[in-house]
T-cell receptor, first 116, second 110 residues
Framework: EAGVVQSPRYKIIEKKQPVAFWCNPI?????LYWYRQNLGQGPELLIR????????DSQLPKDRFSAERLKGVDSTLKIQPAELGDSAVYLC??????????????FGPGTRLTVL | SQQGEEDPQALSIQEGENATMNCSYK?????LQWYRQNSGRGLVHLIL?????REKHSGRLRVTLDTSKKSSSLLITASRAADTASYFC??????????FGTGTSLTVIP
């Protein structure tokens, strides 16, 4: 079974440029997460989707970040314009939500963004 | 803001020794999980312990949870070079909300 797929793996851009990350979750997983991980830190949740609906985006900097999950499958996270402080690894994870059970998250390899 | 904090930040041991890392958190939880992250890779789920459990084992891993102290520990016995990675605790408050700690960087010297 294929795991969570993310692309690109690496991205280097100039500040003020736009950038987009793509995530394909594990087939059948209805919950999708985007995290940002700064160097030496743990992942911080940016947004969580249950199917097509964004149910937790309280940590998403909405002035420059946007995300979508069309048809409840693939997802795209966009930054426009990028700032120096956005340099980080952006992780996508997915899980199969079931009632009254713990839902293990499966992580992709991440996209390492460098803003110059 | 992140929920948990791991201690120590970095740990270096010889192969075959045991490694213990701790996680402290601030608010009540439903469950606590431990993840491993190898350099440049995504996180891999290791083990989950629920708030009504005190100890759990999985292979060479042993996790304890003390909800009165709001802390958990992860013990890796008979460590191997392949255990070299960063280890994170993540606290769950129910549903699909998880908060990751700052991580412990473990180095196992062959």
């Amino acid at each position: 079974e294929a795991g969570v797929v993310q692309s690109p793996r690496y991205k280097i851009i100039e500040k003020k440029q736009p950038v987009a990350f793509w995530c394909n979750p594990i087939s059948g997983h209805n919950t999708l997460y985007w995290y940002r991980q700064n160097l030496g830190q743990g992942p911080e949740l940016l947004i969580r989707y249950e199917n097509e609906e964004a149910v937790d985006d309280s940590q998403l900097p909405k002035d420059r970040f946007s995300a979508e999950r069309l048809k409840g499958v693939d997802s795209t996270l966009k930054i426009q314009p990028a700032e120096l402080g956005d340099s980080a690894v952006y992780l996508c994870a997915s899980s199969l939500t079931r009632r009254a059970t713990y839902n293990e998250q499966f992580f992709g390899p991440g996209t390492r963004l460098t803003v110059l | 803001s992140q929920q948990g904090e791991e201690d120590p930040q970095a740990l270096s041991i010889q192969e075959g020794e045991n490694a213990t890392m701790n996680c402290s958190y601030k608010t009540s939880i439903n469950n606590l999980q431990w993840y491993r992250q190898n350099s440049g890779r995504g996180l891999v789920h290791l083990i989950l312990i629920r708030s009504n459990e005190r100890e759990k084992h999985s292979g060479r891993l042993r996790v304890t949870l003390d909800t009165s102290k709001k802390s958990s520990s992860l013990l890796i016995t008979a460590s191997r070079a392949a255990d070299t990675a960063s280890y994170f605790c993540a606290t769950g408050k129910g549903g699909n909300q998880f908060y990751f700690g700052t991580g412990t960087s473990l180095t196992v010297i062959p």
